[in-house]
């Protein structure tokens, strides 16, 4: 039978304790890039032309909403917390219409819909972007703690 013995239990426990503190640190900074980032792709989709008010979207603009007075557009916003063994981040719009521009309206021609928030997540994932944006943070991690 093999036996392990630890002789300096507590600095091998102060260590670990550390390294718990910089994981946290790495996640909460790279949920916060990519909260931040996906808020700034929403943004970008949420404008994807031009028109006055009351004339409806102009043709050949691309999928997303046109910008009237660029109230949805400056809505967005993005929220983080941290709890214990908790990390929220919110992002999205506050303006009440932003719903039936995202899903589209019964309102509007069948089927009708411009999506800004959903396609702003998936290009952060497709792109690769958030994969990189949690590599990289977890690799500055790694790389400090040797």
């Keep these: 039978m093999a036996a392990i013995v630890i002789k300096n239990l507590s600095q091998v426990l102060a260590g670990l304790s550390a390294f ?5 640190q790495a996640g909460q900074l790279a949920l916060t890039q990519a909260a931040l980032g996906l808020e700034r792709q929403a943004k970008l989709n949420a404008n994807t032309g031009t028109h006055p008010r ?8 691309g999928p ?3 910008k009237v007075t660029g109230t949805l557009q400056r809505s967005i916003s993005t929220e983080v917390r941290y ?5 929220v981040a919110t ?3 506050s303006v009440e219409y932003a719903r039936a521009v995202e899903l589209g309206s019964p309102r509007w021609k069948s089927g009708v819909r411009y999506p800004f928030l959903s396609t702003a997540v998936g ?7 958030l994969n990189r944006i ?6 500055r991690l790694m790389k400090g703690s040797k």
Excluded: C, D, R, W
């Excluded at 718990?20 to 946290?24: H, M, R, S």
């Excluded at 009351?54 to 603009?61: D, I, L």
């Excluded at 290009?123 to 972007?129: A, D, L, R």
């Design 54 to 61: 009351g004339q409806g979207h102009t043709p050949g603009t």
């Design 20 to 24: 718990e503190k910089q994981i946290e």
């Design 123 to 129: 290009y952060m994932v497709k792109s690769g972007t």
């Design 83 to 87: 709890g214990f063994g908790s990390y």
């Design 134 to 139: 949690f590599t990289l943070n977890f690799a």
């Design 64 to 66: 997303g909403p046109n």
């Design 91 to 93: 992002v999205g719009p």
